[in-house]
């Protein structure tokens, strides 16, 4: 059974993710989010399956760096004992760096922008845009922005 690695960030973002829970079954599957309070229900649901990330915004620009920093070395850690085929993520930052080294793997990476722009590009959609073996967008308006992307419609 392919190994499919699900990540994101915790809220909005973790949100969209699961709307693709379905799959789960599909596959060998594992999740990987931001850990706090909200989705610590994650581990009971899915037992063995589920890994946490630190969980950093930017709200302070002098800690950020150093949980970015953090966060990649612990992603390599992830990915390396997890070794997923396929990467599907709605972003946002905790996404980016376990992306870019599952290209540097070979995983093939699907990104889905998230469904709250509509009009602006996002810092990890940016990046990844150029990369992702599948770039899937939730708005038509999208596209504009995202030539190359899919129109895929709304997750929820």
């Given amino acids: 059974m392919k190994k ?6 915790t809220g909005g973002h973790l949100s969209e993710l699961m709307q693709l829970k379905d799959m789960f079954n599909k596959y060998d599957f594992h999740i990987i989010t931001e ?15 589920v890994n946490y990330l630190v969980y950093g915004t930017k709200s302070n620009p002098l800690v950020y760096p150093f949980k970015l920093i953090y966060n990649c070395f612990k992603s390599l850690f992830f990915y390396l004992k997890i070794r997923p085929k396929v990467i599907i993520t709605t972003g946002a930052h905790t996404a980016g760096p376990m992306c870019c080294i599952g290209k540097l793997f070979g995983s093939k990476i699907i990104y ?8 602006t590009k996002t810092v990890t959609g940016r990046l990844i845009y150029h990369f992702a073996d599948l770039f899937i967008v939730q708005w038509e308006s999208m596209l504009k922005l995202y030539p190359k992307a899919k129109y895929g419609g709304w997750i929820y």
């Fill in 4 to 9: 499919v690695l699900f990540i994101s960030s």
């Fill in 112 to 119: 889905i922008e998230t469904f709250a722009n509509i009009e």
């Fill in 35 to 49: 850990k706090t309070k909200s989705n610590m229900y994650l581990k009971d649901k899915y037992p063995k399956r």
